[in-house]
């Protein structure tokens, strides 16, 4: 059973900066992707950034780049997303999801994404 904790949201004011941090347990980790989506109130659950296995690729968002980053590190089973520059329109619920297929390289649709964790809220304040 595949398992996905997301954890480091808060509060924080526009131009701060937060770093989520996902869990992941109940399989080999260092094959799949792994993926950040948000979702806010009243919208759909939106791409945010997405890694390769190796960490060799990295996808983002138009919206995010140059202010997120996303890592990993396959000796803790642990996915991040760095966000800097904050702005008030980053508010919204933050997943953390995976593939069931390894090796498959990241797309950017949830529906592509099997297995979702309970997500982290973020609000950045103007």
């Known amino acids: 059973q595949v398992q996905l904790v997301e954890s480091g949201g808060g509060l924080v004011q526009a131009g701060g900066s937060l770093r989520l941090s996902c869990s992941a347990s109940g399989r080999t980790f260092n094959r799949y992707t792994m993926g950040w989506f948000r979702q806010a109130p009243g919208k759909e659950r939106d791409f945010v950034a997405a890694?390769?296995?190796?960490?060799?690729?990295?996808y983002y968002a138009d919206s995010v780049k140059g202010r997120f980053t996303i890592s990993r590190d396959n000796a803790k089973n642990a996915v991040y997303l760095q966000m800097n520059s904050l702005k008030p329109e980053d508010t919204a619920l933050y997943y953390c999801a995976t593939v069931s297929i390894p090796f498959r390289i990241p797309r950017m649709s949830a529906n592509d994404y099997d297995y979702w964790g309970q997500g982290t809220q973020v609000t950045v304040s103007s």
């Open positions: 890694i390769t296995w190796t960490s060799t690729n990295t």
